[in-house]
């Protein structure tokens, strides 16, 4: 049909680009903190995206019933995971650090579905709603075309996230303490390093941005009951390509797995779907320690 | 002496008590009698918010009408949770027919459930009245199925012909992958081209699909008259209006239209304006002035709150115990599933929320007035405003495809 083709493809591009950018962003953000925790800990958590979830769900609460402003909601998000993280790792997970990874796996599908059950039970079976602030909603205006503001919101979030952990992981001495620990346990150990509340700590960071991304991506992956089972398969991808215990690994496998998976159900929409899955596939096969993990 | 007198009688005395306290309870027990009807419905998984809304509309028919049936006799709704799996749903309906005695089974959101406990149905002769999965041949699966809800192809084969008539020459068809969305394709291409237009294009999106800005660019790209965008209701259908809002579709020059699953009316709130204008083909919308309508939606918010709101889910439900509790009214509740299935396949109802509603003895299908709807601003909210009837329509599939 009509219209000038050379505008419509570009058009085309900067849209797909732009959503799978977002999407990628809300990846990132849940992810991140697995990668860490499993290159830290050698612990396998599947129930990670619980804590995303939970973030879900405590910022959709506050902000429906009870009028919480998006902001304050989304920081209490991030909060409430944080905390709900630390007496799992102190009671729970720290008997498996080291152990079978099976068993790992095991005990992280069984929290996953109590969390299925447990979320069912307290807030029902449907779909919680999102909607964005007032702030946030509508389209910006770039003079050269509309983007929507909260997708716009969501990868500024994600862009300025990804600096401030590299800027903290670089820069800090917690930091530090952490890419040592991930490099040689037993030497961090030596040079007097608290490994056992370095956990812990880093634990409960990794569960405060998982709960963040779970807050702010919640019009992208629907916050339901099943939410840790549905979208696992996502945020395990996103680890295994990008390497573990890095941060930079994630941030590149999200844009490859958002932006990927957007544009191929752009051209391809039958097999749009199954796009990331062979990507991931042929990914581990040429490096089966990930982008930018330790072989 | 007197012990042996009654020692040798004692059988006899013992079974003269027994039948007559058999008797007093058999009388007794004639008074009361609980029909229990077995509900499947999908109360977890992707369809749990319109499980939700047809449950309600069940459990308040149920509620108000209680008093009309016949004295001594209580109806038992037995709820199960298919969890939107076919598999869950043929072992509950088994369970529910063989342990827990059920004399009518009832509900079913998917069709696919439908279709994996239909044979129960025609071995067990229990009737199923299916208050709404809507795939097309689900009725010819047994002869013990009836269906109050609608089917597919009622909807989409008139707003395809519809949109034919609007001068509109090319159309672009996307769907959700699966039998419900591959009926309301095949209906809209069939409707749009026997009115002489032409389909550029037909995409399906996996089930799950939490975003569809891929999928509405490619609609954006080709440039159609108009555009058919089908999901299956509830949040879905607020994030497929997202993507056409986000990507500018409306303001492109590209008309849409669908089913009313794309504006179903507890949805049509959190769209912001982008809806206005858009023409779906329904049978029921809470904007229709009708008095049974009125009084339905007084009934439905006195229950559940203004902040609900019922949609097309919840008069399946409506309708389907209506079907029911007249069954158990004519028949006293005593009736075998052959006996069930004549009433049932006769039935009308023309005073249901959404206008007159009868069953097609010949396909034990709904006959229904189909409504073409335009979403209008109606005291500052979107309304899905009826604009033009087609009165009682029959399925359009089984009259194109008669069985063989």
Known sequence: MGGNSLHGVTDAIVSIGFHGLAFAMVLYLISVGLSVTMGLMGFVNLA????????????????????????????AAAIAAALASIPLERLLYRRFYGGEELDQVLLTMGLIFMSVAGATFVCGPLTQQMEPPRWLSGQVDLGFRHFPAYRSFLILCGAGLVTALWLGLERTRFGAQIRAAVDNLRMAQSVGINTSRLFMLTFALGSGLAGLGGGLGADLLAISPSYA???LVYFIIVVAVGGLGSIRGPFFAALLIGIGDTGFKYLLPEFGAFFIYALTMALLLWRPQGLFGRA | MLGDFFRRRMSVIAATLFLGLGLLWGLTGAEAQTIKIGVINSYSGFVAQAADEMQKGIDLYVKLHE?????????????????SSPEVGKRLAQELITRDQVQILTGIILSPVAAAVAPLTAEAKIPLVLTNAAGVSLTRLSPYIVRTSFTLWQECDPIGKWAAEQGWKTAYTEVTDFIAGHDSEGAFIKGFTDGGGKIIDSVRYPMQNPDFVPFVQRVKDAKPDVAFLWVPAQTQATAMMNAVRDLGVREAGIHIVS????????????????????ITAGNYSTAAQRPANQAFLAAWTKEYGDQSIPDFFSVGGWDGMAAIFDLIKQTKGKFTGDEAMAFLSHWKNPDSPRGPIEIDPNTRDIVQNIYIREVKKVDGKLANVEI???????DPWKELNPPK
């Open chain 2, 259 to 278: 089913a009313q699953d794309l504006l179903p009316d507890e949805e049509l709130q959190k769209m912001g304006d982008t809806p206005l204008g858009l």
């Open chain 2, 388 to 394: 033009a009837t087609i009165p009682m329509v029959k």
């Open chain 2, 67 to 83: 008093k009309d049936l016949p004295a001594g006799i209580k109806v038992e709704l037995i709820k199960r949770d298919d969890t």
């Open chain 1, 229 to 231: 089972l549905q979208y």
């Open chain 1, 48 to 75: 990670h995206g619980v804590f995303a979830m939970l973030g879900g769900y405590v910022m959709i609460r506050l902000m429906n019933r009870y009028g919480v402003p998006f902001l304050p909601a989304l920081a």
